[in-house]
């Protein structure tokens, strides 16, 4: 059985930084398509970060710069590192992983909130 179990949301003032993490169980992160998406009411989910197996990294144009997808072998976690937080950048953010043949994974989400 895979769960994914986001942490780290919070409120943070503009300016501000944040890092998600995502404990995953039944999925191996090291060898798995992961990535980060966020959705805000009324709009769809939008990736906003991947990370493939062999380590290769894309951002939505809108964070790149800004946030940073990484996973923990040992720990078998993923992790955001959110830089220079903006006010559009409120949302709930959610784990995602792949598992070819069997599977598309979602965690619960954590909610963001950049507000003064």
């Known amino acids: 059985q895979v769960q994914l179990v986001e942490s780290g949301g919070g409120l943070v003032q503009p300016g501000g930084s944040l890092r998600l993490s995502c404990a995953a169980s039944?999925?191996?992160?090291?060898?798995?398509?992961m990535a980060w998406y966020r959705q805000t009411p009324g709009k769809q989910r939008e990736r906003v970060a991947e990370?493939?197996?062999?380590?290769?990294?894309n951002y939505a144009d809108s964070v790149k710069g800004r946030f940073t997808i990484s996973r923990d072998n040992y720990r078998n976690t993923l992790s955001l590192q959110m830089n220079s937080l903006k006010s559009e950048d409120t949302a709930v953010y959610y784990c995602?992983?792949?598992?070819?043949?069997?599977?598309?994974?979602w965690g619960q989400g954590t909610q963001v909130t950049v507000s003064t």
């Open positions: 039944g999925i191996i992160v090291s060898v798995s398509y």
């Open positions: 990370i493939y197996a062999g380590g290769k990294t």
């Open positions: 995602n992983g792949i598992i070819p043949a069997q599977g598309d994974y």
